[in-house]
């Protein structure tokens, strides 16, 4: 008999988003779901790994049908948690989000979301991340999850090549306004930084980080960031070799001399 | 008159490690140095950005000679600190380390030291990360300061190409005994956790995150931890375009055609 596909679940939000809630419900139509996320909002968070301090585990009631777990953790910390300690065997899949908010271009580099879809990947897992570009606590998910949908179904009768996780990001539209889906690239872009300096009781300066977004390849149509803003799904194959390869012929003056 | 080259030094390991300490005495013979720095250990916090919480500098006489402040934030905070607050213009360099221990292979990605160096490429600064494979507070850096003047030096004359930061390992060795410099590409390997699962004084568990590396090419000769198990210093340019640019038509069916 073969076995239903088990699905990892986590995010950077917090057990008890409501992103994380309407990715569980999509992926309970696929197979076993199991829940290893953050106790506590950990946004930002990037590739962030606890080894300076502990890490515990309580199981959660939050997901009646599946078994969870809240985690005091970072969102990588959750998948190691989850994939060498607490799942059953090796899952099939590692879905991480819905993030509440953008994680395309740049942003997935500071990302908890992303990191940990990043991190099942470096486990050998076909994994991606969601987002949807909906910060408040009352998006509404409905046009998220039929992509999900999507997205899950392919990926499980497809795959996605090994090393490579999905970055999904989905447009504050309703579903009908979507347009589909595109298959891109991450688009160069930064955050214009804006630390905002304020003074506390004691008279003490200390900072908020802040800022805005700006994509420089405003005519690039190849990007996540036009097909957002062309009210498309962007998917994003991402992957953990950082070797910038291009540049390795360029700085081959640094090698010392093969005898 | 042109300006003395400005030097942004940062790293993960807390502004009074020695590793850092021997880069700056490095630093300071290429131009004007400024050290914003981490006020505590930060290892493993990867690309994490300080969002929930608020971030505090204070000036620090640890550098006579240099400006120097610590920051409360992760290491790609203080970059953000530095850049966009404290440093009166764009640094010339950016440079992160030396980093008590190794940051090659998937490391980088963990890397508190690599990320800094990556927040700096990502602002448009020549970023270099520095690393020694040797995770002691007595470490000798005596080899390190050798390898990351010519480094430094190379780089002021060639620069490294835009959108790309160097990440630097230095093997646990007498100067005498490296054998040169190569630069290569980031080894695929992984971490095998094994989670150390302990009891309080209440009864309750707790974990340590802790592991072994496992290299998966033990055949290539083109690697960092090929290059460092051979006794050369390993550098790899690298890059935050985390796309997977080969898995983009494999993927291509999952796109809504273009009407």
Redesign the interface.
Known sequence: MTQKPLILITNDDGIHAPGISALVEVAMKFGDVFVVAPDK?Q??????????S????HKSNAYPGAEAWSCS??P??CV??A???LLPRKPTLCLSGINHGANHS?N???SGTM?AA?EGA??GIPSIGFSLLDYSIEADFSASKVYCEK?IE?TLK?G??E??C?NVNIPKLHVDEI????????A?G?WE???D??TDPSG??????TGKFKNFETNAKDTDVFALDNG?VS??????????????P???????PKK
């Open positions: 909002p946004s930002g968070m990037g590739h962030a790994i606890t080894i300076n502990t890490i515990r585990v953790g970072t990588v910390d190691k948690m994939v060498n300690k740049i997935i580099i500071y990191s990043m470096i486990e997205i392919f497809y996605m090549g090393g490579v999905l347009k589909g889906i595109q298959v891109c690239r991450q160069r930064t930084e804006e630390l300096e304020r003490r300066n200390y900072y908020w980080l498309f998917v994003v194959p991402s992957q953990f070799d950082m070797t910038a390869h291009h540049a390795i360029k700085l081959e003056k640094l090698s010392t």
